[in-house]
Protein backbone atom coordinates (compact mmCIF):
# COMPACT_ATOMS: atom_id res chain seq x y z
CA UNK A 1 0.00 0.00 0.00
CA UNK A 2 0.62 3.70 -0.49
CA UNK A 3 2.91 5.17 2.11
CA UNK A 4 4.47 8.80 2.56
CA UNK A 5 7.77 9.07 5.05
CA UNK A 6 8.41 12.64 5.73
CA UNK A 7 11.86 13.93 7.44
CA UNK A 8 13.48 16.80 8.15
CA UNK A 9 11.50 18.26 11.19
CA UNK A 10 12.72 20.21 13.95
CA UNK A 11 13.38 23.30 16.45
CA UNK A 12 15.01 26.34 14.44
CA UNK A 13 15.65 30.44 15.47
CA UNK A 14 13.90 32.64 13.85
CA UNK A 15 15.44 33.51 10.44
CA UNK A 16 16.90 30.15 9.94
CA UNK A 17 16.40 27.57 7.52
CA UNK A 18 15.19 23.79 7.75
CA UNK A 19 14.26 21.84 4.39
CA UNK A 20 11.78 19.55 4.80
CA UNK A 21 11.43 15.54 2.17
CA UNK A 22 9.02 13.33 1.75
CA UNK A 23 8.98 9.84 -0.51
CA UNK A 24 6.19 7.74 -1.25
CA UNK A 25 6.61 4.13 -1.23
CA UNK A 26 4.24 1.24 -2.45
CA UNK A 27 2.95 3.04 -5.91
CA UNK A 28 1.88 0.56 -7.79
CA UNK A 29 3.47 0.28 -11.38
CA UNK A 30 0.58 1.12 -13.29
CA UNK A 31 -0.14 3.92 -11.56
CA UNK A 32 1.46 7.76 -11.45
CA UNK A 33 2.01 10.36 -9.05
CA UNK A 34 -0.04 13.41 -10.02
CA UNK A 35 0.73 16.84 -7.70
CA UNK A 36 2.05 16.37 -4.41
CA UNK A 37 2.87 19.20 -1.72
CA UNK A 38 2.49 20.00 1.82
CA UNK A 39 -0.18 21.18 4.27
CA UNK A 40 0.66 22.59 7.62
CA UNK A 41 -1.66 22.83 10.62
CA UNK A 42 -1.20 24.63 14.01
CA UNK A 43 -3.44 23.84 17.08
CA UNK A 44 -6.59 25.96 16.84
CA UNK A 45 -5.99 26.76 13.01
CA UNK A 46 -7.75 25.71 10.23
CA UNK A 47 -5.29 23.54 7.57
CA UNK A 48 -3.49 25.26 5.24
CA UNK A 49 -2.17 24.17 1.91
CA UNK A 50 1.40 25.76 2.05
CA UNK A 51 2.97 24.37 -1.44
CA UNK A 52 2.81 22.19 -4.27
CA UNK A 53 4.43 21.06 -7.50
CA UNK A 54 3.07 19.15 -10.06
CA UNK A 55 4.13 16.81 -12.06
CA UNK A 56 5.25 18.39 -15.05
CA UNK A 57 6.70 21.36 -12.75
CA UNK A 58 4.10 24.07 -11.60
CA UNK A 59 4.52 25.44 -8.37
CA UNK A 60 2.17 26.99 -6.07
CA UNK A 61 2.59 28.43 -3.03
CA UNK A 62 0.09 30.26 -0.26
CA UNK A 63 0.61 33.85 -0.04
CA UNK A 64 2.09 33.52 3.74
CA UNK A 65 5.26 31.88 2.74
CA UNK A 66 5.65 33.52 -0.69
CA UNK A 67 9.41 34.51 -1.35
CA UNK A 68 10.27 32.29 1.74
CA UNK A 69 9.65 28.93 0.96
CA UNK A 70 10.16 26.55 -2.54
CA UNK A 71 8.76 23.17 -3.40
CA UNK A 72 10.78 20.54 -5.71
CA UNK A 73 10.12 17.05 -7.02
CA UNK A 74 12.13 14.13 -8.16
CA UNK A 75 9.63 12.00 -10.11
CA UNK A 76 12.37 8.98 -10.43
CA UNK A 77 12.54 9.12 -6.57
CA UNK A 78 8.62 9.67 -6.10
CA UNK A 79 10.02 12.50 -3.52
CA UNK A 80 9.25 15.89 -2.81
CA UNK A 81 10.90 18.71 -1.12
CA UNK A 82 10.14 21.67 0.66
CA UNK A 83 12.94 23.94 1.19
CA UNK A 84 11.88 27.07 4.38
CA UNK A 85 13.72 30.25 4.67
CA UNK A 86 13.72 33.34 6.73
CA UNK A 87 11.37 31.05 9.18
CA UNK A 88 8.78 33.01 11.06
CA UNK A 89 7.02 31.92 14.88
CA UNK A 90 3.92 31.75 12.56
CA UNK A 91 5.75 28.92 10.55
CA UNK A 92 5.43 26.74 13.55
CA UNK A 93 3.25 23.64 12.99
CA UNK A 94 2.59 20.33 11.84
CA UNK A 95 3.80 19.43 8.07
CA UNK A 96 2.09 17.13 6.47
CA UNK A 97 3.33 15.85 2.67
CA UNK A 98 0.52 14.42 0.53
CA UNK A 99 0.48 13.16 -3.12
CA UNK A 100 -2.36 12.67 -5.65
CA UNK A 101 -2.41 9.10 -7.32
CA UNK A 102 -3.84 7.67 -10.24
CA UNK A 103 -7.61 7.92 -11.54
CA UNK A 104 -10.05 8.58 -10.32
CA UNK A 105 -7.41 10.87 -8.15
CA UNK A 106 -6.81 9.63 -4.70
CA UNK A 107 -4.74 11.65 -1.69
CA UNK A 108 -2.57 9.75 0.31
CA UNK A 109 -0.99 11.59 2.90
CA UNK A 110 2.05 11.23 5.33
CA UNK A 111 2.03 11.06 9.28
CA UNK A 112 3.24 14.75 9.61
CA UNK A 113 6.23 16.27 10.64
CA UNK A 114 6.76 19.54 13.39
CA UNK A 115 8.46 22.58 12.83
CA UNK A 116 8.77 24.46 15.70
CA UNK A 117 10.27 28.30 15.48
CA UNK A 118 11.55 29.72 18.32
CA UNK A 119 13.95 31.50 19.92
Known amino acids: QVQLVESGGGVVQPGGSLGLSCAAS??????????MGWYRQAPGKEREMVAEVSRGGYLQFADSVKGRFTVSRDNAKNTVFLQMNSLKPEDTAIYYC???????????WGQGTQVTVSS
Open 98 to 108: YAYIGFPRREF
Open 26 to 35: GVPVTLSIDD
